[in-house]
């Protein structure tokens, strides 16, 4: 199993780009999410989904889209980036029964 | 929303001290989870523990749910536990702005 997989790593945009951060899970979690993690702080949660066709708004999801068409994705879409966006962005899946999260490694954006 | 207050911020430790770091939470919760981040940035579940206690090898976490807080015990350190600790509560998850933890050799 990869487990949680995001891409890219790294991206470098500027003012008013879009981009989508791609995450994918191969462990058939019905639940999916994506945080953001600012310097010196805890990460807040953006958009969630709890099943395939099924999202929501988390603490912080303005800015974002997401949408849920399959178990496995949950893509995350900035559709006019802005410097606030500058973050480290981290995709999460569990399955309610076990209640662990498992983390993907991270994308590391900044917008300038 | 639910506020989540960690302490201390920042603890330094020689290799084998033990060491409990506290989560404090203003609402009842019925989730609570702690977080390991290790220096790489990698995030690791330790614990699901919204009330009661839980061991797992050196780690161990505890949570008085009606008196709102947790406590996660890490007994002879290693370096390997460096890093950064979080708790997050609730059902949208709001984390705690960590513990950061140093274990020197």
């Avoid at chain 1, 709890?50 to 708004?57: F, K, P």
């Amino acid at each position: 199993n990869a487990g949680v997989t995001q891409t890219p790593k790294f991206q470098v945009l500027k003012t008013g780009q879009s981009m989508t951060l791609q995450c994918a899970q191969d462990m058939n979690h019905e639940y999916m999410s994506w945080y953001r993690q600012d310097p010196g702080m805890g990460l807040r949660l953006i958009h969630y989904s709890v099943g395939a066709g099924i999202t929501d708004q988390g603490e912080v999801p303005n800015g974002y889209n997401v949408s849920r068409s399959t178990t496995e994705d949950f893509p995350l879409r900035l559709l006019s980036a802005a410097p606030s966006q500058t973050s480290v962005y981290f995709c999460a899946s569990f399955t309610t029964s076990g209640n662990e999260q498992f983390f993907g490694p991270g994308t590391r954006l900044t917008v300038l | 929303g639910i506020q989540v207050e960690q302490s201390p911020p920042d603890l330094i430790l020689q290799e084998g001290a033990n060491s409990t770091l506290r989560c404090n939470f203003s609402d009842s919760v019925n989730n609570l989870q702690w977080f390991h981040q290790n220096p790489w940035g990698q995030l690791i579940n330790l614990f699901y523990i919204p009330s009661g206690t839980k061991q797992n090898g050196r780690l161990s976490a505890t949570t008085v749910a009606t008196e709102r807080y947790s406590l996660l015990y890490i007994s002879s350190s290693q370096t390997t536990d460096s890093g950064v600790y979080f708790c997050a509560v609730g059902g949208d998850m709001r984390f705690g702005a960590g513990t950061r933890l140093t274990v020197k050799p």
